[in-house]
């Protein structure tokens, strides 16, 4: 597909995030659970905050298949952290 030049800046400035903020926290976080912890309460909006994100640029990926391998790899650490977190709570 053709790339417009909005969305050439829009995956720029998401693909720095997603290597400079959004990667290294998620990998805290899930360092964090896998250790057993809970996720406080900063820690959850912040997760809360990246799987927004990544809802709102699915219509960008059906325009950049390319990139959709990606964001699976990101959802899915997401999704590993997310039930973590969950089964933690549960244990309390």
Request: aromatic fraction near 2%; glycine fraction near 4%.
């Amino acid at each position: 597909m053709s790339e417009t030049p909005q969305d050439t800046g829009l995956i720029t400035v998401l693909v720095e995030r997603l290597e400079k903020q959004r990667l290294p926290l998620a990998l805290r976080l899930k360092d964090k659970v896998d250790r057993g912890e809970r996720l406080e309460d900063l820690e959850l909006r912040h997760l809360q905050e990246m799987l927004s994100d990544a809802t709102h640029v699915a219509p960008m990926l059906e325009r950049h298949p390319e990139y959709k391998d990606l964001a699976a790899r990101v959802l899915h650490l997401y999704k590993e952290i997310t039930d973590k977190a969950l089964e933690n709570e549960k244990r309390g």
